[in-house]
C-alpha cells in the first residue's frame, strides 16, 4: 500500500460548489487542508476550505499556485478543462485522471467507451447536420433525445422526438449548431445509480444503488433501497468497478443507470466526483460518499459503504431552502445547507435526509 497523505497535508479541489463544499468538510474530519480554485469570490466550498484561489479554472499561473501548496489536486465537477488538469499532473498527483473527464465530457465518447468495455447503453448516433439527425430518427423509428454531446447537465441542451415523421430542418442550428448525438428513447421502468470508489491500491468499493427521481429535469429525490433485484443490483456494482478499471480510477464515481422492465441496465452517463444522489450516504452509512473520495485520493483504507438504515434524500432546490426550520423540528432528518446567498428558482440550495426505520 501506497504511503498516506501525511496529517495535515493540503488537498487541492478544482470547482467551487456544494460538492467542493463537502469534500472540504470530509477533508478536515481527516486532519487534511483545502485550496479552493474557484473564479466566484466566496464560493460554496471556500466557506468550508483553508483557502480560495480567485481564478478561472485554466489560468495557468492560478494552476501553478495550486499544484504549488497541494499535495495531490481532485475536482468536483466534470467540465474541467482537460489541458488544466494535465497541466496539473504535471508536477501533481490529478485524482480522478484527467482521461475520465476526456471521457465524461462528451457524450459520444463516453457512451463509445462504455461499450467499448461491455457497458451497453441506449443506442446512439452523432448528429452534426440536419442529414445526420435525418437519418438516425429513421434509424430509430421517429424517437430519440438529441442532446449536445458537450456540456450538459440536469437535462440542459436536449430535445425529445416521439413518433417523429416530418421534417427536421434547423433542428441543427436550433440546438446552437454544436455537435449532438441523439440517442434512442429508453422505456425504462425506474432509474438507479450507483456511487462507487477505487483506491490509490486499486482496491474496490461501492454503495447501495439509490433509486433516483427527477423533477424537471433536476434530481428530486434519492432512495434506499432502490426497488431492483440483487441481480440488478449486482449488475450495476459491476459495470461501475469495469469503469473504475478501465479508467485506472483513484476515487469515487457517480454511474447513472436505466433500469429496463426485464431488470436489464442501460448506463445513462457517469460522473467522475461525488454524485448529488450519494448525499444520502452521509445520513445512512459510517462513512459518506465525501469522505471515501477523500480517503481515496489520499491514500488511505476505504471505507465500509454498508448501509444502517433506510432513507430517502430529497433535493432542496430555490425557495424550498425556506422548509429548513420546519424540517430541522423532524427526528431522525439529516439537514444540510450548502451557504448560498441567493434562493434563484432551480437553483441547488440544499438537501436533507431522512432515516427510515429498517
Ligand atoms: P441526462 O442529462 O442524460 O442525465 O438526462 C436527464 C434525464 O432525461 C434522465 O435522467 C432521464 O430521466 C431522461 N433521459 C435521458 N436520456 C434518455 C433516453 N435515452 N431515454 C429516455 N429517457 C432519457
Not at 433525445?145 to 456540456?151: A, G
Not at 432512495?223 to 450495476?236: E, G, N, Q
Not at 441567493?342 to 432515516?355: I, N, V
Request: hydrophobic fraction near 45%; proline fraction near 6%; glycine fraction near 10%.
Amino acid at each position: 500500500m501506497t504511503k498516506p497523505l501525511p496529517l495535515n497535508s493540503t488537498i487541492g479541489i478544482i470547482g467551487g460548489g456544494q460538492l467542493g463544499r463537502m469534500l472540504a468538510m470530509a477533508a478536515a474530519r481527516l486532519g487534511y487542508r483545502t485550496v479552493i480554485l474557484e473564479p466566484q469570490a466566496d464560493c460554496p466550498a471556500a466557506q468550508a476550505a483553508n483557502r480560495q484561489i480567485v481564478a478561472a479554472y485554466d489560468d495557468p499561473a492560478a494552476l501553478d499556485e495550486l499544484a504549488k501548496v497541494s499535495a495531490v489536486v481532485t475536482y468536483e465537477f466534470e467540465n474541467v478543462p482537460v489541458v488544466a488538469a494535465e497541466r496539473l499532473a504535471a508536477s501533481v498527483p490529478v485524482h480522478p485522471p484527467p482521461r475520465a473527464l476526456k471521457v465524461s465530457q462528451d457524450r459520444l465518447a463516453e457512451k463509445t467507451f462504455l461499450n467499448g468495455i461491455g457497458v451497453p447503453t441506449a443506442d446512439f448516433r452523432a448528429v452534426d447536420s440536419d442529414a445526420d439527425l435525418h437519418a438516425a430518427l429513421d434509424a430509430f423509428g421517429g424517437n430519440g433525445i438529441l442532446k449536445t454531446r458537450r456540456l450538459g447537465y440536469d437535462g440542459k441542451g436536449q430535445r425529445v422526438f416521439r413518433s417523429h415523421t416530418g421534417d427536421v430542418t434547423g433542428s441543427v442550428a436550433a440546438m446552437g449548431g454544436v455537435p449532438l448525438i441523439l440517442e434512442s428513447f429508453v422505456p425504462f421502468e425506474r432509474e438507479i445509480s450507483i456511487i462507487a470508489a477505487r483506491g490509490i491500491d486499486g482496491g474496490l468499493s461501492a454503495f447501495d444503488p439509490a433509486e433516483n427521481v427527477h423533477r424537471d429535469g433536476i434530481l428530486h429525490t434519492s432512495t434506499l433501497p432502490a426497488s431492483v433485484s440483487p441481480t440488478t443490483a449486482k449488475a450495476a456494482t459491476g459495470a461501475a468497478f469495469s469503469i473504475l478499471g478501465a479508467l485506472d480510477y483513484v476515487g469515487v464515481i457517480g454511474v447513472e443507470f436505466f433500469v429496463l422492465p426485464d431488470g436489464g441496465l442501460l448506463a445513462n452517463e457517469i460522473a467522475p466526483r461525488v454524485h448529488n444522489s450519494g448525499h444520502w450516504t452521509e445520513a445512512a452509512c459510517a462513512v459518506s460518499q465525501f469522505e471515501q473520495h477523500i480517503r481515496a485520493v489520499a491514500g488511505l483504507p476505504l471505507g465500509d459503504p454498508r448501509r444502517h438504515s433506510d432513507c430517502v434524500m430529497e433535493n432542496l432546490i430555490g425557495d424550498d431552502v425556506f422548509r429548513a426550520p420546519a424540517l430541522l423540528a423532524e427526528a431522525d432528518l439529516v439537514l444540510h445547507l450548502y451557504g448560498k446567498a441567493e434562493a434563484r428558482p432551480g437553483r441547488k440550495m440544499g438537501h436533507f435526509t431522512r432515516l427510515l426505520r429498517r
